[in-house]
């Protein structure tokens, strides 16, 4: 799961894209772009960072209730009775703006408080002693993927996913 942002936090920015995949089935996906919420900031620097145009997304994002309504709704088909977990590359950033937009524009989470976090089973998986570590360069060294970082949260999402298979999956 990836997100992009307008801010550091919801309440300092907002949500402008989401992009999911299952892990073990990443052409199975959700991307949405969503109008910005107005009067919150739009941080130039992440613009620069994202490329999405705010005006593009005033005029053609969806409604953030739309969007979460559906993502919500997407994420009971594909876990098919099964629990929902959140898997992120600092997924404390996305589960923050994800959690909080499925509670204030759909009513409800379906993850709930499961999240994996792929910088931090890095961590613990090899060893790894500092935080500092645990950068997207310094996890691509030792579980290198073809898929590419571009900042488009559907494409960050099926990167995301093909990490946590290496991870997850990684005989080492």
Excluded at 11 to 39: H, K, N
Excluded at 90 to 113: K, S, T
């Amino acid at each position: 799961m990836d997100v992009e942002t307008s801010g550091p936090t919801p309440g300092t920015g907002s949500l402008l894209a989401i992009g999911a995949c299952l892990v073990e089935d990443p052409a199975t996906t959700f991307y949405r772009e969503l109008q910005p919420v107005p009067g919150l900031p739009w941080d130039e620097a992440a613009a620069r960072v994202h490329g999405l145009d705010r005006a593009h997304l005033e005029q053609d994002g969806a409604a953030p209730s739309v969007a979460m309504t559906d993502f919500a709704a997407w994420v009971d088909l594909v876990r098919d009775g099964g629990r929902a977990v959140f898997v992120g590359f600092n997924a404390p950033f996305d589960w923050m703006f994800v959690a909080d937009y499925l509670w204030r524009f759909a009513g409800r989470d379906p993850f709930g408080y499961s999240a994996l976090d792929l910088k931090a089973l890095f961590m613990g998986r090899d060893g790894v002693v500092r935080w500092d570590q645990t950068g997207k360069r310094e996890v691509a060294a030792r579980y290198p993927v073809s898929e590419v970082h571009t900042h488009n949260a559907l494409d960050d999402a099926r990167m995301q996913a093909a990490l946590a298979r290496r991870l997850l999956h990684d005989p080492r």
